[in-house]
């Protein structure tokens, strides 16, 4: 067994993110299920919005050129009403929030600005901004313009804005099909009794639940036992996936051949050992149309690195535009140590806008409590050892979307 050829941090999310292919395929989904998916196409404008002019306030509607008088009342108009302009000298509409403005008013006083009101006359304040409270048609989005472009990741807001335009579907990529694996004798399923000298499966739920959290789909294909034979044959049968994703039997153990059962199924390997800690092992290839993204045994390395490394690989694949963890600036409240020499990954938790370092940076790859204890980690360049207090630092939040278009969260 050789010694693993590692690669720079910074190197190995880039040789990846060059080598990986973004899916082709699309498909119509209608709205109810487009949350979290990638639009394939652009949405254009079909309606001004708003369509019409309208009222922001409960009020008057009047010429901005009769402020400061005592206006009669012409008319009161609804929300859904469609008014004609009938204005003559001195009159002003009484108006409801979301209601047509008619072409004859300009302004709109709210109600309780105004000085005097009876049921037929309003006295308007002098001091009031032409304009004042009214909508006009289009301000928000004409008709004609791109609305969203292709390639960006459907949120809830983007949900919004398609109903407010009456779209019902919209074309997205087809989303990947990712098989994840888990491999080891010593894995017992959490629905199988796992004896004293065996251990329950974590990674596979913590990999399946952290992608689906994004809009994945992932697919858990099982454990691989440690036999190379039987390996090469599982994983042959994976081809058709888009990516594969496993955990452990990636380092330098006697039952660490998950390498050579890729290779034999023809794995060109873009990098196996990646400088970072914890991460080392990480191995990652192109095999056929198949990512392969191998990622080490221990539970927090696992989880860690799907969510820093695999996700923005996953994010670009899916055909998401912006696909890098973006960060946050926050000032570290208690001082820590890393080792140097290689680019570590230190969990912490944000708090009021604060960095936390979780266990002060002593805990175990091997773990999975620290993981809950933290909602955030910071990663920091080989050469750093020491992280000061009220050191100010790049933080990634695991809850936001890796929607940066080329953020560099390494500190
Ligand atoms: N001589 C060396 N030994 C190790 C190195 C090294 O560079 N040289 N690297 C260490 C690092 S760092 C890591 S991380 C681990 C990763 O090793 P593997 O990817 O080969 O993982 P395994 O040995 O199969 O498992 C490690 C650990 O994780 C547990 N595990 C595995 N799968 C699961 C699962 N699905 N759910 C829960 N826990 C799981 C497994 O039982 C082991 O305890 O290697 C170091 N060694
Ligand atoms: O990746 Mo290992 O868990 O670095 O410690």
Known sequence: ????????????????????????????????????????????????????????????????????????????????????????????????????????ADTIVPIEECPSVTETEVTIPEDIRQGNAFRPKGEEQREGNVLFSKGEFITPAHIALLSAQGIMAAQVYKQLQIAVLSTGDEIREPWEQASEDEIYNANAFAITSLLEKYGFAPTYAGSIPDDLDHTVALIGKLKSYDVVITTGGISMGDADFLEEAFIRNGLEPLFHG?????????????????????????????????????????????????????????????????????????????????????????????????????NALAIFNEEISTVGEEKVIKVICFDTLPLSQASTPIN
């Open 274 to 374: 990646v400088n970072v800690k914890p991460g080392r092992p990480t191995m990652m290839g192109v095999m056929s149309d198949t990512f392969v993204m191998a990622m080490p045994g221990n539970p927090l390395t696992a989880m860690v690195n799907t969510f820093l490394l695999s996700l923005p690989i996953l994010f670009k694949m899916q055909g998401s535009s912006r696909h890098t963890h973006d960060f946050v600036y926050a000032k570290n409240t208690k001082a820590f140590k890393m080792r140097p020499g290689r680019s570590n990954i230190v969990l912490g938790k944000m708090e009021n806008g604060e960095f936390h370092v979780t266990r002060n940076n002593k805990y175990g790859s091997g773990m999975l409590t620290p993981i809950v204890e933290s």
């Open 1 to 104: 067994m050789t010694k693993l050829d590692v690669l720079a941090f910074k190197e190995a999310g880039k040789r990846a993110q060059e080598a990986c292919q973004t899916i082709q395929a699309t498909e119509t989904v209608l709205i109810n299920a487009l949350l979290n998916r990638v639009l394939a196409e652009d949405i254009i404008v079909q309606k001004n919005l708003p369509s019409f002019d309208n009222s922001a306030m409960d009020g008057f509607a009047f010429k901005y050129a009769e402020r400061g008088q005592t206006l009669k009342i012409k008319a009161t108009i609804f929300a859904g009403d469609r008014p004609e302009a009938q204005l003559d000298e001195g009159e002003c509409y009484k108006i409801m929030t979301g209601a047509q403005v008619p072409s004859d």
